[in-house]
């Protein structure tokens, strides 16, 4: 029998992933993958855990709330069907699901990053204070815009399809290769950031319309695709 104590860190990962996908298949290891329905955000986190086996959960939400009823809740593997839960007085059988109908699971393999023509840094406070913006200004695009021969990189939030709409303009210092206005929807930053734990990220864009965002203080990545012009 394999025993498992999910740490803080983690859950708060599941639970973001949860926003990505509301399904997860979990593989034998500590790397921890989701993919979203649409293809076009994928997450991989690499924890302290160690899971014994492959199994899959349907509804990853529930199941994270059902581990919050626990205090210090383990999770032991004794079946290839359901995974027990179990935290003092109290325990829990939670069945597995079949991956291979129900689930859309991330790839196993690492995404080969095309090259970086911008990169900079964020703080999750700056990140943070994007996604108000755009929500108080109904704004769902934000252009990554860079000039050759200029280290000065313009976040700009807008809306494209509105040539009056209002604008929100952040200013960061980074490295470029060129002349770039490269488009990605707010609706699909879904990293994990919260003003009571911010998380800072290291962000590539590329003009073949993705972008990478680590994390500087979690093992944690996630490939967000971009919009074509």
Request: aromatic share 10%.
């Amino acid at each position: 029998m394999s025993k498992v104590t999910l740490s803080q860190t983690t859950l708060d990962v599941l639970k973001n992933f949860s926003t990505i996908n509301s399904s997860i298949v979990f593989r034998q290891g500590s790397t921890v993958r989701t993919i979203s329905n649409a293809e076009n955000i994928l997450a991989k986190y690499t924890g302290e855990e160690i899971f014994p086996t492959d199994f899959a959960i349907y509804d990853l939400s529930q199941f994270l709330m059902g581990i919050s009823l626990f205090n210090d809740p383990q999770l032991e593997f004794t079946s290839k069907d359901f995974v027990n839960i179990k935290g003092g007085r109290q325990s829990a059988k939670y069945y597995f699901s079949d991956p291979e109908i129900t689930l859309k699971s991330a790839p196993e393999k690492n995404v080969k990053f095309p090259g970086s023509d911008i990169q900079f840094s964020l703080t999750g406070v700056e990140l943070i204070n994007i996604q108000k913006a755009s929500a108080i200004y109904s704004l769902p695009d934000l252009t990554f815009y860079s000039e050759e021969g200029s280290n000065t990189i313009r976040l700009i939030l807008r809306d494209k399809e509105n040539d009056t709409s209002n604008t929100y303009d952040l200013s960061v210092e980074g490295t470029v290769t060129g002349t770039f206005s490269l488009d990605l929807k707010i609706e699909n930053i879904r990293v994990l950031n919260s003003m009571s734990s911010p998380q800072d990220y290291n962000i590539k864009v590329s003009q073949h319309l993705i972008s990478e965002w680590t994390s500087q203080d979690t093992d944690l990545k996630y490939y967000i695709a971009l919009e074509p012009a």
